[in-house]
């Protein structure tokens, strides 16, 4: 069975960057672990920002972007926004089944 | 436009079954396929399986085999999730998701609470 690590929590100041990292127990993440990345709030279903490593949605704003770092994917958020306070999950096929990380709890302070 | 609705909230006794519906519009159905992922009370996403092109084919995560079973009506559009066996620990907010095979994930339901007691 895959696990998938996130980062359980980070700060960010408003207008900084940020990158949150998402691993796989079966090794390193590659492009062919098909990442995504969804965004979730308080009460809602999440939402969708990143497919197949770095592609956007059409509503994904720009500051956010999907790559493959050290290993593991990442999510890199930059000029933060008070709105982007959130829990982010990352979704993984690496080892051909499909496995979310435990989540990133975005805050901005 | 995409949408993903889900039937309503349902209350379970240990022990019995839950059938939850997702019902696609917007789009050609059969070209898409749809997963299921559950999130407990102040816990994470956990994946559940996928109907690969809305009802070909079907893969359950491990924790699930032996007690899920996804199915779908290409006359309605309409993907089911029947979750068999519940335990106290079933419950969870219930989320089907649109995926473009090859790893586009991109439109969620809005969520189905099942809520599993005594």
């Known amino acids: 069975q895959t696990v998938v690590t996130q980062e359980p929590s980070l700060t960010v100041s408003p207008g900084g960057t940020v990158t949150l990292t998402c691993a796989s127990s079966?090794?390193?993440?590659?492009?062919?672990?098909?990442p995504n990345w969804f965004q979730q709030k308080p009460g809602q279903s999440p939402r969708a920002l990143i497919y197949?490593?770095?592609n956007k949605h059409p509503w994904t704003p720009a500051r956010f972007s999907g790559s493959l770092l050290g290993g593991k994917a990442a999510l890199t958020l930059s000029g933060v926004q008070p709105d982007d306070e959130a829990e982010y999950y990352c979704l993984l096929f690496c080892g051909f089944i499909w496995a979310f990380g435990g989540g990133t709890k975005l805050t901005v302070l | 436009q995409v949408q993903l609705v889900q039937s309503g909230a349902e209350m379970k006794k240990p022990g019995a079954s839950v059938k939850v519906s997702c019902r696609a519009s917007?789009?050609?159905?059969?070209?898409?396929?749809l997963h299921w992922v559950r999130q407990a009370p102040g816990q994470g996403l956990e994946w559940m399986g996928i109907l690969e092109r809305s009802g070909a084919e079907t893969k359950y995560a491990q924790n699930f085999r032996d007690r899920l079973t996804m199915t779908s009506d290409t006359s309605t559009t309409t993907v089911y999730m029947e979750l068999r066996n519940l335990r106290s620990d079933d419950t969870a907010f219930y989320f089907c998701?649109?995926?473009?095979?090859?790893?586009?994930?991109?439109?969620w339901g809005q969520g189905t609470l099942v809520t599993v007691s005594s």
């Open positions: 917007g789009y050609t159905f059969t070209d898409y396929n």
């Open positions: 079966t090794g390193a993440v590659i492009s062919g672990c098909l």
């Open positions: 998701l649109r995926e473009y095979p090859g790893g586009d994930h991109d439109y």
């Open positions: 197949r490593t770095n």
